[in-house]
Structures are given as C-alpha cells and as structure tokens.
C-alpha cells in the first residue's frame, strides 16, 4: 500500500472540504445518500425476531434496494421480481444466509447469500454487502466494483486481485485494507460510517 498516496488524499481532501465530513459542501451528498437513516430502518426490518418469517426477510430486502442510492436503478426491478418469484426452500436459504451474516458465522451467511442470488445472475458485490453495511455502517464495508478496483490500483495495494464474483476470501482481505487504511488517516476521516470513508478516496482518485 502507498502511504504517502494516502497522505496526500488527506491533504487534498481537507483543501477542499476544510470541515471534513461536516463541510457545507458534502450536505448535499450526505443528505442524498441518507444512510444513517437507511440503517435505523435496517436495524427495524432484519432484527432478529424477524427471520423466523423467510418471506418478509425477502420483502425488506427488496424494499431497503428499492430505497438504496448505492444500488443502480438497472437492478433495482430485477431483485423485487426475484424476491417475489423465489422458490421458498431458497427463500428459506437465503433468510439463513443473511442472518448468519448479521448475527452468526459472516463465512458462512457470506457463502450462502452467495449462491442463492447466483441462480438468479445476482450474485454482485453491491447486493451481498449492502444490508451488512446498512446493518452496521462503522463495522461493516459497502463494496463497489468500479470504486474497490480503481482503489486497489491508485493506491498500489498488492497480493489482492478484485473478480466480479464475490468471495469471502477476497472480502476480508480487503476490508483489512481499508481498516488499516482508516487507521492512518485523521478521525475526521476515519469516519463512523464507511461508505463516508470509501467516498473520500473516491474524492482523492479523482485528483
């Protein structure tokens, strides 16, 4: 990883946002994406309790989907129609997975929330850790394809090798990168919300 990279994306984004992530100039964007209020919803419809209904768990997540500005509108419709038109052995399935990912073995419910949307040609980065992120925005990381590749490049983080398919392997790997990235940057950056984090590099690779 280059350090000095990193320095100098700090130094960059505090030319342009003096006030860190509470600069006037990032509201607009802050209020678009709307996350903390997205992930008090999360926390709502994935609670526990809930899981012991396969079928609503498919219907919150298509609607946090529905909802989210992190999700391209091209796949918005096709997971609402998936969710309706799951087989409910899959529905059950991917209910486990995703509970395994908040509350239980993340490998595991990784795996599985995996291969249940790989039927239906939705097994991208974006869907698997959505509601994990929303579900926990300072713990958990949102991985974007074009934003995670472009991160891996610019600052020149070797032994990791980002494919379209998500892994497990791949996903600890580098949300170990960017914890140790966030621990060498100032708290302003280091911000409670990761999505904030990805942002500011977003903001610094485009220098």
Request: hydrophobic share 40%; proline share 4%; aromatic share 14%.
């Amino acid at each position: 990883m280059n350090l000095e990279k990193l320095k100098n994306a700090e130094d960059y984004f505090f030319e342009l946002y003096p006030d860190g992530f509470e600069d006037v100039g990032l509201l607009p964007i802050i209020k678009r994406h709307n996350t903390a209020k997205i992930g008090e919803h999360v926390r709502e419809l994935f609670a526990k309790e809930n899981f012991s209904q396969p079928e609503l768990i498919c219907e919150n997540f298509a609607k946090i989907v529905s909802k989210s500005t992190l999700i391209s509108l091209f796949e918005k419709p096709r997971v609402r129609d998936t969710m309706k038109e799951m087989h409910m052995e899959r529905r059950d399935m991917f209910s486990i997975g995703l509970y395994e990912m908040l509350y239980g073995d993340l490998k595991e419910g990784f795996e599985i929330v995996v291969e249940i949307l790989s039927f239906y040609g939705l097994a991208k980065w974006s869907l698997v850790t959505l509601i994990p992120y929303y579900f926990d925005r300072a713990k958990t990381f949102f991985i974007k394809p074009t934003t995670t590749k472009n991160i891996i490049t610019f600052f020149e983080i070797q032994g990791l090798v980002y494919k379209p398919k998500p892994s497990y392997e791949f996903y600890v790997a580098y949300t170990n990168v960017l914890e140790t990235m966030k621990a060498n940057v100032i708290e302003k950056i280091s911000h409670d919300d990761n999505a904030a984090f990805t942002g500011f590099l977003m903001i610094a690779m485009e220098e």
